[in-house]
């Protein structure tokens, strides 16, 4: 299992990214994935997670709104798309599976398993 996330950069404040992330070794039918993200001085938290087998999607609210996840089956690719970023939004974001589990609330609740490596996200102008 092999999850490669991309995307990352410096945006102001209000703008948009949008963060991809490529599985490999595995296919995006079944497992829960998602993105989570880990800021300095905090806890790793999830940010929004998709069940690959009914697209069933979960988000906290701190997310509601701004962050849409996605999938490119074609492609065995996951997004997030991030919208209104704030500073608060800065922190390494990774993407996250749990072969195992194909709920979106509970690979969000409980966490993943296999983690891809992380992605900076600055925000600030």
């Known amino acids: 299992v092999q999850l490669q996330a991309s995307g990352g950069g410096l945006v102001q404040p209000g703008e948009s990214l949008t963060l991809s992330c490529a599985a490999s070794g595995f296919t995006l039918n079944r497992p829960a994935i998602g993105w989570f993200r880990e800021a300095p001085g905090k806890e790793r938290e999830a940010v929004s997670c998709l069940s690959t087998n009914n697209d069933i999607t979960y988000y906290p609210d701190f997310v509601k709104g701004r962050f849409t996840i996605s999938r490119d089956k074609s492609k065995n690719t996951v997004y997030l798309q991030m919208n209104n970023l704030r500073p608060e939004d800065t922190a390494v974001y990774y993407c996250?599976?749990?072969?195992?589990?194909?709920?979106?609330?509970?690979?969000?609740?409980?966490?993943?398993?296999?983690w891809g490596q992380g992605t900076q996200v600055t925000v600030s102008s």
């Open positions: 996250a599976t749990d072969l195992g589990q194909a709920s979106s609330y509970a690979l969000c609740h409980r966490g993943p398993k296999e």
